[in-house]
């Protein structure tokens, strides 16, 4: 599975930003699929996933009520909708892909993108 990410950019404290990650492969509805972050000089950490069957989606605290994760299966492309930014959310946005189910942990995902940067300007 290859997963090309997008979306990212500038945005004003209190605006919203959509990416996208389409991800090749046949088989793109049977993996769980997810966002991770990066900010500068912190460690990657979980953002949001959503199961393959749409079943289930899970969010980090930071962001529950801000951030929709969404999976169209018929384009392979998973969404994240970023609403009411901070600029502690100025980060590197990555999507992963895994094979079983996703966690939290970076360390379950077995496919990654190539990151996308947004930053939030105050």
């Known amino acids: 599975v290859q997963l090309q990410a997008s979306g990212g950019g500038l945005v004003q404290a209190g605006g919203s930003l959509r990416l996208s990650c389409a991800a090749s492969?046949?088989?793109?509805?049977?993996?769980?699929m997810g966002w991770f972050r990066q900010a500068p000089g912190k460690e990657r950490e979980f953002v949001a996933r959503?199961?393959?069957?749409?079943?289930?989606?899970y969010y980090a605290d930071s962001v529950k009520g801000r951030f929709t994760i969404s999976r169209d299966n018929a384009e392979n492309t998973v969404y994240l909708q970023m609403n009411s930014l901070k600029p502690e959310d100025t980060a590197v946005y990555y999507c992963?892909?895994?094979?079983?189910?996703?966690?939290?942990?970076?360390?379950?995902?077995?496919?990654w993108g190539q990151g996308t940067l947004v930053t939030v300007s105050s």
């Open positions: 492969g046949r088989t793109f509805s049977s993996y769980d």
């Open positions: 959503v199961r393959w069957s749409y079943a289930g989606k």
């Open positions: 992963a892909a895994a094979e079983d189910r996703g966690s939290n942990s970076d360390t379950s995902w077995d496919y």
